[in-house]
């Protein structure tokens, strides 16, 4: 059968449960395409510790030069204990920052939902995380993580470290208006969050993010939190949030903070735009202790995929691909890190299959 519509994936599987877990998100793109009409091309590429390993850099031009060709790359994880100890420059992290850098993925896009199969699974008792809907969009490619100076240094005190919290003002703008962009899609509501009561750069991020909403968004909503009242409130009270709109650190420890929200991280997608080449992978990491023990929860992964197709501009697809695992958890399917009492326990390849045979039932939408 010829497609009209074909796309190169270029896909990392990285360290630990990475393969597994993208193994089965490739499964159910490939349906995906079979069912709505077009193809996907996948190509597997080192990155990470196994590319340390095999070519001295976890980002080696090979594989920068498949990313940068492909329409979209779907990440697995990267790291682990073998290279905990590894100066800079030679851990698996470096290259995943490089990576983000290299696609000029400034935004990192983490939604949460909570549907009613899983309210039972969070740790916040089930009326509060029910129906729970928000996205975090994170600064990606500035903020501390990025900032100079910063290193180590000896001195005859002893040892000084020195990281660097920079943003301008352009870097602030753009990442406010994919923020504003989404929140008009959804509920119309975006929180912003930041520490301006003691640091400069939270101050410069929110007079930006205010003027930004004032000059080009000024029907949608906007209120801000600082993060140690974010992180409590997201807890207390999460279905408050829409969109959540923060920098760098402090969305990658409040996406994790709100990845116990459904109960596991292994559910959770993310999708990282900005660039002419989106980057898709789910939120936890490698998980070195279940690699290889069948144990892993796809499901992440699977909806990382789901944002790469809606990306792309197969949004039927992408519903259909929700639809699917939300019909999986529906009839009790659960991997290990979800599981309870009266559940049909299933490993990684078994919730695959199971999302692939549900994407043959769930209704199709033009």
Known sequence: MSHTRTYRIAVLPGDGVGP?????????????????GFAVETEAHPVGGVALEAFGDPLPPGTQDACR?????????????AWDGAPP??????????????????????????????????????ERVAGV??????????????????????????????????YGEAE???????????????????????????????????????????TRFPDLELDHLYVDNAAMQLVRDPRRFDVVLTANLFGDVLSDLAATL???????????IGGPVGLFEPVHGSAPDLAGTGRANPLGAILSGA???????EVAAAAAVRRA?????????????????????????????????????????A
Do not use: Q
């Not at 008009?184 to 003691?198: C, E, L, M």
């Open 20 to 36: 597994e877990v993208t193994r089965e998100a490739v499964r159910v793109l490939e349906r995906a395409a079979e069912r709505f």
């Open 69 to 81: 060709a492909a329409d979209a790359v779907l990440l697995g994880a990267v790291g682990g204990p």
């Open 89 to 126: 420059g030679r851990r698996p992290e470096d290259g995943l920052l490089r990576l983000r850098r290299l696609l000029g993925a400034f935004a990192n896009l983490r939604p949460v939902r909570v549907p009613a199969s899983l309210a039972g699974a969070s740790p916040l008792r089930p």
């Open 133 to 166: 809907d928000l996205v975090i969009v994170r600064e990606l490619t500035g903020g501390v993580y990025f900032g100079e100076p910063r290193g180590l240094e000896a001195g005859p005190e002893g040892r000084t470290a020195v990281n660097t919290m920079r």
């Open 172 to 214: 602030i703008a753009r990442i406010a208006a994919t923020a504003f962009d989404l929140a008009a899609r959804r509920r119309g509501r975006v929180t912003s969050v930041d520490k301006a009561n003691v640091l400069e750069v939270s101050r410069l991020w929110r007079e930006v993010v205010a003027d930004v909403h004032r």
């Open 262 to 272: 459904p109960g596991s991280l292994g559910l959770l997608p993310s999708a990282g």
């Open 307 to 313: 944002m790469l197709l809606e990306t792309l501009g």
């Open 325 to 365: 695992v939300d019909a999986a958890l529906s009839d009790g399917l659960r991997t290990p890190d979800l599981a309870r009492a009266g559940d049909t326990r299933v490993g990684v390849a078994e919730m695959g299959a199971a999302v692939c045979e549900r994407m043959n039932r769930v209704e199709v939408t």
